[in-house]
C-alpha cells in the first residue's frame, strides 16, 4: 500500500502557466507540477528564495492531477503601466510609485488566459526521503503559513481543499476515494459522458501501479523549478483515463 495526499483545487479563475513569449500568457488546462509544488511551498511557508527547500520538494513529491471539470477558457486583454527596463535598472525603485516616477510612463499589454470554473484533485506522494511528510503537508494546507492562490494572487480558491492521507494500492485506487464533483459546485453538469472516465496528468508511478487505461506521454517545461529565475527544467508527463468504476 501507498500513502497519497488528496486535495482539492476548485477557483471560479484560475491560471496554471504556460511558456510565456511576448504578450501572450497562456495557461494550461491542468495545473502544473511546479504550481503545485508552489502551494505545497506556500502552505509550509518557504520563501522564493529559499532554493534548496524548493529542490527538496521537487526531489521528494511525485504529483498526479485528476481533471473533474475542464471549465471553460477565457482571455483577458491586460493592460498596465510601467517603464523602460533600463530605467528600472539605474533607479531601482523600491515601491510602485516610485517605479511610476522614474521614467517615461509605457503601456504595456499582454492577452493571459484564464480557466472558468476548473475543477481538479491532486495526488501527492513521496519518491525521497528529506522532505516533509504527507501528514505535515496536510497540516500545512489547512493552515497555510502564505495565502494559497489559483496561480494569480486574485484567483482565489472557492472551496477550501481538503488535505487528506489515505492509502491505495495504486494511484487510481487513491483517486477514487475523493468524489469528483462536490455537490454544492453548479457546474456538476460539465461531468464526463458515462464510461468515458476522467483524465489523469501524472508523475511516473515507481514501485506500483498506477490503475490507469494509459492515453499518451507529453513533454512539459514545469519540473525543477528555480523559484528566484523563473526558470523550469523539463520533464515527461504521463496521462491516462481512471475509469468512474474501479481501477482500468
Not at 491586460?78 to 531601482?92: E, F, M, P, W
Not at 501524472?202 to 498506477?210: L, Q
Request: aromatic share 6%; glycine share 8%.
Amino acid at each position: 500500500m501507498t500513502q497519497f495526499l488528496l486535495a482539492t483545487l476548485y477557483a471560479p479563475l484560475a491560471s496554471w502557466g504556460d511558456i510565456a513569449v511576448g504578450e501572450v500568457r497562456n495557461s494550461w488546462d491542468t495545473p502544473s507540477r511546479s504550481a503545485v509544488l508552489g502551494l505545497v511551498a506556500a502552505a509550509l511557508g518557504l520563501r522564493r528564495d529559499e532554493q534548496e527547500a524548493h529542490a527538496t520538494l521537487d526531489r521528494t513529491l511525485a504529483v498526479a492531477v485528476r481533471v473533474d471539470l475542464t471549465g471553460i477558457a477565457m482571455v483577458d486583454y491586460h493592460t498596465a503601466q510601467s517603464v523602460s527596463a533600463a530605467a528600472v535598472k539605474k533607479h531601482k525603485p523600491a515601491s510602485r510609485r516610485e517605479l511610476l516616477a522614474c521614467g517615461e510612463p509605457e503601456t504595456m499589454l499582454s492577452r493571459r488566459t484564464l480557466r472558468n470554473e476548473a475543477l481538479y484533485t491532486v495526488a501527492l506522494w513521496m519518491v525521497g526521503e528529506g522532505g516533509a511528510s504527507l501528514e505535515s503537508i496536510a497540516a500545512a494546507i489547512r493552515a497555510p503559513t502564505f495565502t494559497l492562490y489559483a496561480g494569480r494572487k486574485a484567483n482565489v480558491f472557492a472551496l477550501p481543499l481538503h488535505p487528506t492521507v489515505v492509502e491505495g494500492d495504486t494511484l487510481a485506487a487513491a483517486l477514487l476515494q475523493r468524489v469528483a464533483v462536490p455537490p454544492v459546485i453548479a457546474g456538476a453538469l460539465r461531468i464526463p459522458r458515462d464510461g468515458m472516465g476522467r483524465q489523469v496528468a501524472h508523475d511516473a508511478c515507481v514501485g506500483f501501479a498506477s490503475g490507469l487505461t494509459p492515453l499518451l506521454e507529453v513533454s512539459r517545461r514545469d519540473a525543477a523549478p528555480h523559484r528566484g529565475r523563473w526558470q523550469f527544467a523539463e520533464r515527461t508527463m504521463h496521462i491516462g483515463v481512471l475509469q468512474e468504476g474501479g481501477d482500468a
